[in-house]
Nanobody
Framework: VQLQASGGGLVQAGGSLRLSCVAS????????VGWFRQAPGKEREFVAA??????YYAESVKGRFTISRDNAKTTVYLQMNNLKPEDTAVYYC???????????????WGQGTLVTVSS
């Protein structure tokens, strides 16, 4: 599976961005997709995940971020609203067997896209 993440950029606090993760190489609909992020000097952390049964969010983004998928386009989106400076990070998408907050549960990763939120 190959993953391509895009949509990052520079935005002011309170603004919005939509990230995309396009997958190729395997039957996409059967797999869970997760978004993680890594801020400078910090560990990679879970953001949101989606599979056939639903969605799952980190507490820090609940109510602000929405994960969705379009299986026909083999794409997962992360709509990010009311962005805060602490959301600044490189965002990565991963594909795995289950909808999990554990990084180790994902088998394939995209290259990451940088989100910078200015105050």
């Amino acid at each position: 599976v190959q993953l391509q993440a895009s949509g990052g950029g520079l935005v002011q606090a309170g603004g919005s961005l939509r990230l995309s993760c396009v997958a190729s190489g395997r039957t996409f609909a059967n797999y869970a997709v997760g978004w993680f992020r890594q801020a400078p000097g910090k560990e990679r952390e879970f953001v949101a995940a989606i599979n056939w049964s639903g969605t799952y969010y980190a507490e820090s983004v609940k109510g602000r971020f929405t994960i969705s998928r379009d299986n026909a386009k083999t794409t997962v989106y992360l709509q990010m609203n009311n962005l805060k400076p602490e959301d600044t990070a490189v965002y990565y998408c991963g594909v795995g067997q289950s909808r999990s907050a554990r990084e180790s549960m994902y088998d394939y990763w995209g290259q990451g896209t940088l989100v910078t939120v200015s105050s």
